[in-house]
């Protein structure tokens, strides 16, 4: 077999990047789908006339883990992309030693075009990345909310005036511990065999 070049590998780890990239357009989509279904689920049993209290514990805790899931699968997808951002950058800058203006993935044609926060009309420098990061987060937030509120209408717990700040700040507070507990066990990537540049 022929021995793959430097110039083939960084295309190989373009094009990994970029299946990386195509491929968590569609898991988001999975998620968009399973927890507009389940908003939409929740909604009708609490509007309808039947009273289904074990209906909406189950949707409301469902929706919870399913957004859970989601801004995991956010933080996930972030991480991976920036070690290929950070070794594509690697490439071309310390193994093929490509001049910084001739760099492909790390140069602009000028930082300040189309970079206006206040203009309606004109572009930005904000990370689509991190925003899909903060609307899971929000969202994930928004169902912990829900159960937690159910929980304390049931049982009686609104007794002072600050329980809804109290159900927010318990819902915040559940999803970073969770997103602390969780992912140190199974949910981790397996890269314990993959070497470490530390670039």
């Not at 990994?16 to 789908?33: L, P, Q």
């Not at 920036?82 to 071309?92: C, D, G, H, K, V």
């Not at 193994?95 to 206006?116: G, I, M, P, S, W």
Request: net charge neutral; hydrophobic share 45%; with cysteine.
């Amino acid at each position: 077999m022929k021995e793959m070049t430097l110039e083939d590998r960084y295309k190989t780890l373009i094009e990994a990047r970029n299946f990386h990239y195509d491929n968590f357009n569609k898991w988001m989509t999975y998620f968009y789908v399973a927890i507009g279904a389940l908003f939409v689920g929740y909604c009708t049993i609490i509007s309808s006339d039947k009273s289904l209290p074990q209906v909406e514990y189950l949707l409301s805790i469902l929706g919870f883990i399913v957004s859970l899931l989601w801004y995991w699968s956010a933080k996930g997808y972030y991480y991976w992309n920036i070690n290929f951002i950070n070794l594509i950058n690697y490439y071309e800058e310390t193994l093929l030693k490509f001049d910084e203006k001739e760099r492909v993935y790390f140069v602009f044609a000028n930082k300040e075009t189309q970079n206006n926060y206040f203009s309606p009309l004109s572009g930005a420098n904000i990370s689509t990345s991190k925003i899909a990061i903060l609307f899971s987060f929000i969202i994930s937030t928004v169902w912990g909310f829900i159960v937690i509120n159910k929980l304390f209408s049931d049982y009686s717990y609104n007794c002072c005036c600050f329980s809804t700040l109290l159900q927010v700040i318990i819902s915040l507070a559940s999803v970073l511990i969770l997103s602390y507990l969780i992912p140190v066990g199974f949910l981790k990537s397996d890269n314990k065999r993959f070497y470490d540049l530390k670039l």
